[in-house]
């Protein structure tokens, strides 16, 4: 069965901490994204990667950084994280479009508090 | 890039009644469109999808329109039943393979 682990389900951090969010998947797949999801504002894409050691910018980049070192792995570092990043933060999994499944595959999402 | 707008953010039927969700995208190269049902305190399930080449999907109660050439998608629930109460979200993938959600509808199905 397909798997997307998030590192942890629920995380309070302080204002200035450094935090790292981790997502892992099981399946071999090229394409990993990171969303926050907020009332009312719904899914918003911050960064993701098609492959090993590359990432593009999402639409709300601003505070965030990634890094995809292994393909299985894929990591939002808040470097200074601020209380208007406290958010759900779901990480996504696909395989690349054209010829493979349609399906995108979610991880249970990451609740952080930033006091 | 894609812009997603959703209509409504909050629907309440009766039980029984049918439910529409109505989506609107912008990049005519969006190929995929799928739609997700959250509930409480869950991540987002694939509930039903369609692809460009195709008008309309159907799956038991639910059903999925597609009007490319207006750019428009629509989510259909019949006999509408409680356990249907959940935010619902539209989603169109553009030509860079990445999804972009619309602002969800928080259906409300009354017993």
């Known amino acids: 069965d397909v798997k997307v682990t998030q590192s942890s389900r629920y995380l309070v951090k302080r204002t200035g901490e450094k935090v790292f969010l981790e997502c892992v998947q099981d399946?071999?797949?090229?394409?990993m994204f990171w969303y926050r999801q907020d009332p009312g504002l719904g899914l918003r894409l911050i960064y993701f990667?098609?492959?090993?050691?590359?990432?593009e910018k999402g639409d709300i980049p601003e505070g965030y950084s990634v890094s995809r070192e292994k393909k299985e792995r894929f990591s939002l570092i808040l470097e200074s994280a601020s209380t208007n990043q406290t958010s759900m933060y779901l990480c996504?999994?696909?395989?690349?479009?054209?010829?493979?499944?349609?399906?995108?595959?979610f991880g249970p999402g990451t609740r952080l508090t930033v006091l | 890039g894609e812009n997603v707008e959703q209509h409504p953010s909050t629907l309440s039927v009766q039980e029984g009644d049918s439910a529409v969700i109505k989506c609107t995208y912008s990049?005519?190269?969006?190929?995929?469109f799928p739609w997700y049902k959250q509930e409480l305190g869950k991540g987002p399930q694939l509930i039903i999808d369609?692809?460009?080449?195709?008008g309309e999907k159907k799956d038991q109660r639910i059903a999925v329109t597609l009007n490319k050439t207006a750019k428009h998608f629509s989510l259909h629930i019949t006999e509408t039943q409680p356990e249907d109460s959940a935010v619902y979200f539209c989603?169109?993938?553009?030509?860079?393979?990445?999804?972009?959600f619309g602002t969800g509808t928080r259906l409300l199905v009354s017993p």
């Open positions: 989603a169109a993938r553009d030509g860079f393979q990445k999804l972009v």
């Open positions: 996504v999994v696909s395989l690349p479009g054209l010829a493979g499944s349609n399906e995108q595959f």
């Open positions: 369609i692809r460009s080449n195709v």
């Open positions: 399946m071999d797949h090229e394409n």
């Open positions: 990049d005519s190269a969006s190929n995929y």
């Open positions: 990667s098609y492959d090993v050691k590359m990432k």
